[in-house]
T-cell receptor, first 113, second 114 residues
């Protein structure tokens, strides 16, 4: 079945460091891929998405590229800020059937000044 | 402002009691979802509804029940049959199948059962 494997955390970085959070997926066909972010005590917010191979999603300085050959969708940011501290979830949505999301286990990022 | 509201933010119950979590949306979305979040396990789908008066079980529906009598509302009841009810519960909605995967989440309800 469809699934997402996400880099385990927690991840602690200094401000302005480079961030990579790895995400790989297993799915039939070509799913849509997403990164959601959860700030402390809140629900999830869509951060970025990609709907087909080689698409690059980007938002707020974060980027992720849909790599079909490696079934990956790694999240990157060139210079993290303290305000980026949150839990990041990789997710996929199959092309057919109900619009259900399959989530990874989440990666907690803490950025220290 | 459009969005999803969940109430209350924190809920405490004694073991053996049923409890209902509220979820309301004013986004005019057709589909609504309930997820459970436990530490280190990500989100797991409990129930979802694509249209009014219809809903389907997700991956972990045992011990839960839902109703969808109105488009805006999708309450979740945690019954006494749910063995480990203490968790963070998230409600979400989406337009439908038109924009796959774009779900909008409420702020969540943290349920503690003792």
């Amino acid at each position: 079945g469809d699934s997402v494997t996400q880099m385990e955390g927690p991840v602690t970085l200094s401000e302005e460091a480079f961030l990579t959070i790895n995400c790989t997926y297993t799915a039939t066909g070509y799913p849509s891929l997403f990164w959601y972010v959860q700030y402390p005590g809140e629900g999830l917010q869509l951060l970025l998405k990609a709907t087909k191979a080689d698409d690059k999603g980007s938002n707020k300085g974060f980027e992720a590229t849909y790599r079909k050959e490696t079934t990956s969708f790694h999240l990157e940011k060139g210079s993290v800020q303290v305000s980026d501290s949150a839990v990041y979830f990789c997710a996929l949505s199959a092309l057919s059937g109900a619009n259900n999301l399959f989530f990874g286990t989440g990666t907690r990022l803490t950025v220290i000044p | 402002d459009g969005g999803i509201t969940q109430s209350p933010k924190y809920l405490f119950r004694k073991e053996g009691q049923n409890v209902t979590l509220s979820c309301e949306q004013n986004l005019n979305h057709d589909a609504m979802y309930w997820y459970r979040q436990d530490p280190g396990q990500g989100l797991r789908l409990i129930y979802y509804s694509q249209i009014v008066n219809d809903f389907q079980k997700g991956d972990i529906a045992e011990g839960y029940s839902v109703s969808r009598e109105k488009k805006e509302s999708f309450p979740l009841t945690v019954t006494s049959a749910q063995k480990n009810p203490t968790a963070f519960y998230l409600c979400a909605s989406s337009i439908g199948t038109g924009l796959r995967g774009e779900q909008y989440f409420g702020p969540g309800t943290r349920l503690t059962v003792t």
